[in-house]
T-cell receptor, first 114, second 111 residues
Framework: NAGVTQTPKFQVLKTGQSMTLQCAQDMNHNSMYWYRQDPGMGLRLIYYSASEGTTDKGEVPNGYNVSRLNKREFSLRLESAAPSQTSVYFC?????????????FGDGTRLSIL | DQQVKQNSPSLSVQEGRISILNCDYTNSMFDYFLWYKKYPAEGPTFLISISSIKDKNEDGRFTVFLNKSAKHLSLHIVPSQPGDSAVYFCAASVNNNDMRFGAGTRLTVKP
């Protein structure tokens, strides 16, 4: 009963390095999301994918790219990491492609950029 | 601009008493509101929601109240249990899109 699985759980990068955060869900959900959580702020949507083959920008997409590889997997890529991207990243999924409401979250990836 | 605000970063309550977590919003177009609960080192989990056509929704020990005129919602937990200790986020969306989250309130329930 894995739900939403994120890898890695922790990562330290140097400024300018690239990195892909992986996310997979085993609930056959249509929609998947990437959020970031910063101290003193709520979760902010980076990108989402309402269904396989589609992706859309969220509130804070700059500096990120995403790939909806298949129905199960939704990856987030930082091409050139910056200290401002230090954050905790959460992947989420929901069954309803028309309802932008994340239902299940992964446990997060804590990313530090030096 | 933070359209959803949780002005109390933390709240401490005795076991068995009522916990009231508050949330204010600025966007009058929000029509759907949610509460999520988050334990340390885990992702948030959906707790309860309410549509703007209602002013109350109840699920077991959890009740959400919505006051549209005041742009305010609250989550009541009765009775509070130590296992309820977590960070609670409120969230709001417009027409099922563009969901915005508050910064969270850390609830501690003391035995």
């Amino acid at each position: 009963n894995a739900g939403v699985t994120q890898t890695p759980k922790f990562q330290v990068l140097k400024t300018g390095q690239s990195m892909t955060l992986q996310c997979a869900q085993d609930m056959n959900h249509n929609s998947m999301y990437w959020y970031r959580q910063d101290p003193g702020m709520g979760l902010r949507l980076i990108y989402y994918s309402a269904s396989e083959g589609t992706t859309d920008k969220g509130e804070v997409p700059n500096g990120y790219n995403v790939s909806r590889l298949n129905k199960r997997e939704f990856s987030l890529r930082l091409e050139s990491a910056a200290p401002s991207q230090t954050s905790v990243y959460f992947c989420a999924s929901s069954v309803n492609r028309y309802l932008n409401q994340p239902q299940h979250f992964g446990d997060g990836t804590r990313l530090s950029i030096l | 601009d933070q359209q959803v605000k949780q002005n109390s970063p933390s709240l401490s309550v005795q076991e068995g008493r009522i916990s009231i977590l508050n949330c204010d919003y600025t966007n009058s177009m929000f029509d759907y509101f949610l509460w999520y609960k988050k334990y340390p080192a885990e992702g948030p989990t959906f707790l309860i929601s309410i549509s703007s056509i209602k002013d109350k929704n109840e699920d077991g020990r959890f009740t959400v109240f919505l006051n549209k005129s005041a742009k305010h919602l609250s989550l009541h937990i009765v009775p509070s249990q130590p296992g309820d200790s977590a960070v609670y986020f409120c969230a709001a969306s417009v027409n099922n899109n563009d969901m915005r989250f508050g910064a969270g309130t850390r609830l501690t329930v003391k035995p």
